[in-house]
């Protein structure tokens, strides 16, 4: 166990600046671009939906389970008062949580907390499988986690640094597109029982002020990362 901690607990060398770059840049095109975005989108899904099951945990809702769609979407299941802070800081995480796991991530990262990083995420991805309700988010978290493992046991430091870094990008970058995605849905009409809409008749505010925050915390949330991991 001592050895165990001593692994989690080892700090990594700061990476190169070129490879703080280049990790950036691989995940903007994950996320800027119709066909990778496609393929990674389930990972942000991931993150969502594992925001709003810590936050009913965390507001003493009961958490029924979560479900995850081939579509890349998903809903979290929880049972308690219709309203009430419980229910609309609840509907707030979905969409803050990518940005605000990434900007944690960063944070690690920028301590060199690699290993502790990769362990957490495991640890976390392990917590919503036992939480899944359907059998593809069963698979796609058995998947998901396997990789994870694999990263843990086979590949070297250089590799996993590496990894963990184009997946804070990624949570960070990745967390501004839904957000965009959704206004444009509010738009034409099409998304009306939405996190935002959801949010407005819990509430005085308008879906559009929480558009807003959700887009404000979320470059928050890369501008602070950049900062942390800035290579110079």
């Known amino acids: 166990m001592d050895k165990f901690w001593a692994h989690l607990i080892e700090v990594q060398p700061d990476p190169d600046p070129w490879v703080v770059g280049v990790s950036a840049l691989a995940a903007l095109v994950l996320v800027?671009?119709?066909?990778?975005?496609?393929?990674?989108?389930?990972?942000?899904?991931i993150a969502h939906e594992g925001g709003h099951a810590l936050m009913a945990l965390a507001?003493?809702?009961?958490?029924?389970?979560?479900?995850?769609?081939?579509?890349?979407?998903?809903?979290?299941?929880?049972?308690?008062?219709?309203?009430?802070?419980?229910?609309?800081?609840?509907?707030?995480?979905?969409?803050?949580?990518?940005?605000?796991?990434?900007?944690?991530?960063?944070w690690l990262t920028e301590q060199g907390r690699i290993t502790l990083l990769i362990w957490v995420v495991l640890l976390f991805l392990v917590c919503m499988l036992l939480l899944i309700r359907n059998l593809y988010g069963a698979l796609i978290?058995?998947?998901?986690?396997?990789?994870?493992?694999?990263?843990?046991?086979y590949a070297p430091a250089e590799v996993q640094q590496?990894?963990?870094?184009?997946?804070?990008?990624?949570?960070?970058?990745?967390?501004?597109?839904?957000?965009i995605e959704l206004q444009r849905k509010r738009h034409r009409r099409q998304a009306?029982?939405?996190?935002?809409?959801?949010?407005?008749?819990?509430?005085?505010?308008?879906?559009?002020f929480?558009?807003?925050?959700?887009?404000?915390?979320?470059?928050?949330?890369?501008?602070?990362?950049?900062?942390?991991?800035?290579p110079l």
């Open 59 to 106: 507001t003493r809702r009961k958490l029924e389970g979560i479900r995850l769609h081939s579509d890349t979407s998903g809903v979290t299941l929880t049972r308690g008062r219709p309203t009430g802070p419980g229910m609309v800081l609840t509907a707030l995480a979905g969409y803050l949580a990518p940005s605000l796991l990434g900007l944690a991530a960063a």
């Open 192 to 208: 009306r029982d939405s996190d935002a809409d959801q949010l407005a008749r819990l509430t005085i505010l308008p879906g559009g």
């Open 162 to 179: 590496v990894v963990a870094l184009v997946a804070v990008w990624f949570l960070l970058f990745g967390g501004i597109r839904p957000i």
């Open 32 to 45: 800027g671009f119709r066909l990778p975005w496609q393929v990674s989108r389930g990972l942000i899904t």
């Open 210 to 230: 929480y558009v807003f925050f959700f887009l404000l915390v979320s470059l928050a949330s890369v501008a602070f990362a950049a900062y942390f991991m800035n």
């Open 141 to 153: 978290l058995l998947a998901t986690g396997g990789a994870v493992f694999a990263l843990i046991m």
